[in-house]
Each structure stands twice: as structure tokens, then as C-alpha cells.
T-cell receptor, first 114, second 110 residues
Framework: DAMVIQNPRYQVTQFGKPVTLSCSQTLNHNVMYWYQQKSSQAPKLLFHYYDKDFNNEADTPDNFQSRRPNTSFCFLDIRSPGLGDAAMYLC?????????????FGDGTRLSIL | QKEVEQNSGPLSVPEGAIASLNCTYSDRGSQSFFWYRQYSGKSPELIMSIYSNGDKEDGRFTAQLNKASQYVSLLIRDSQPSDSATYLCAAEAGGFKTIFGAGTRLFVKA
């Protein structure tokens, strides 16, 4: 089955220690997204790629970076995680054809900061 | 600031009843709207997409869109305990982006 796969499902890191979350997709979708979601809140868009074209949200902290080496993979790097970065991180994809199309989500990575 | 507003709930309905979930959106330019279901600790799962004014039915689910009132709703008929989840309303925000509401928690009592 075509899917969006996130690894790991759970990640624990220490305050200030860099961490990388990964996402891969077999849907061959052009657009990949990273969201941060905290408890009882809406998913908050951090960045998205249309193919290789990178789009950063204005309020995404500089601490967060992303890489998309090819169509299938996308990474979220958090350079110096703070306690406030503990959240669920969601990767999603879409294939815009005519107009906005729904997004397909991976299972998420729950990040804890010690 | 583009926004999608939902009542956080919880909305509690008995098994077999109709659950009615509502949302409003701020961007009159939005053309595409989505409902996602999110179980606790899981990722959002698409339930319905709606693009035109009126009703769209899929099994026990009916999405309703009123662009003049900037209002989207989701009806769940014959609600089951397995429908207990948070339902996120989402609206197209341009530039391949989607704005999500914070969700309405639904609890279906057996």
C-alpha cells in the first residue's frame, strides 16, 4: 500500500541535543509538509516543499530546519530542542492537481525532551 | 490571519444518534474543505472532502458547505462508540497550504 512513513514513532532527546525526524512516502506526491501538534491544539504548519521548492512559515523558529534530498524523503532537524518543542510532529503529503487536495498523514513522531 | 474555528467540545451523543459537528472559516477565498478524524495519540485521517455548496454524503457521513456563511459541518449518522475521536475541520489557505481547526472532541456513549 502507498504510504507516508515516519521514523521513529517515539523520540526522546535531551535539552539542547540535536535531533532529526524522518519521513518517507511511496505516494509520489509533489508536496511534503511538516506540522507540529501539541495536545488539544490544531496542527501548526512549520514548512512545506513543492518538489524541491522550500517554503518556511514566518513564525517557524530558526531552531527548526528541513531537508528534502529527493521526492520520497523529507527530514526535520531540530538543532537545539527546548522543553517547548515537546510535541507530536506530523509529516503529510499531497498531490495538487486542480486546486487544493487533501493531505495524507504519516503516523507521527512524538518527541519528548528531558 | 486565516482561521478555522471549532467548538472544542466534548460533544457527547448516545450510540445510534446523529452527531453534528460545525466549523467556520475566515478566508472567503477558500475553495476546498476537509474533515479529518484523529484518535488520541494518532495522526489525522481524512474522512471527507467538499468543494461545492450543498451536501456530500459518504456512508454514515454527510459534509455540508455554505460558502456564503463560511460554514462547514459534518453529520455522523448512527454514531458508534468507535466514532469517539477528535474531528478536525480544515480549509484551503492558498499556496498548497491548509489551515486546521483545533478540533471538536466527540464522545459516543454505548
Amino acid at each position: 500500500d502507498a504510504m507516508v512513513i515516519q521514523n521513529p514513532r517515539y523520540q526522546v532527546t535531551q535539552f539542547g541535543k540535536p535531533v532529526t525526524l524522518s519521513c518517507s512516502q511511496t505516494l509520489n506526491h509533489n508536496v511534503m509538509y511538516w506540522y507540529q501538534q501539541k495536545s488539544s491544539q490544531a496542527p501548526k504548519l512549520l514548512f512545506h516543499y513543492y518538489d524541491k521548492d522550500f517554503n518556511n512559515e514566518a513564525d517557524t523558529p530558526d531552531n527548526f530546519q528541513s531537508r528534502r534530498p529527493n521526492t520520497s524523503f523529507c527530514f526535520l532537524d531540530i538543532r537545539s530542542p527546548g522543553l517547548g518543542d515537546a510535541a507530536m510532529y506530523l509529516c503529510a503529503t499531497s498531490r495538487p492537481s486542480s486546486g487544493n487536495q487533501p493531505q495524507h498523514f504519516g503516523d507521527g513522531t512524538r518527541l519528548s525532551i528531558l | 490571519q486565516k482561521e478555522v474555528e471549532q467548538n472544542s467540545g466534548p460533544l457527547s451523543v448516545p450510540e445510534g444518534a446523529i452527531a453534528s459537528l460545525n466549523c467556520t472559516y475566515s478566508d472567503r477565498g477558500s475553495q476546498s474543505f476537509f474533515w479529518y478524524r484523529q484518535y488520541s495519540g494518532k495522526s489525522p485521517e481524512l474522512i471527507m472532502s467538499i468543494y461545492s455548496n450543498g451536501d456530500k454524503e459518504d456512508g454514515r457521513f454527510t459534509a455540508q458547505l455554505n460558502k456564503a456563511s463560511q460554514y462547514v459541518s459534518l453529520l455522523i449518522r448512527d454514531s458508534q462508540p468507535s466514532d469517539s475521536a477528535t474531528y478536525l475541520c480544515a480549509a484551503e489557505a492558498g499556496g498548497f497550504k491548509t489551515i486546521f481547526g483545533a478540533g471538536t472532541r466527540l464522545f459516543v456513549k454505548a
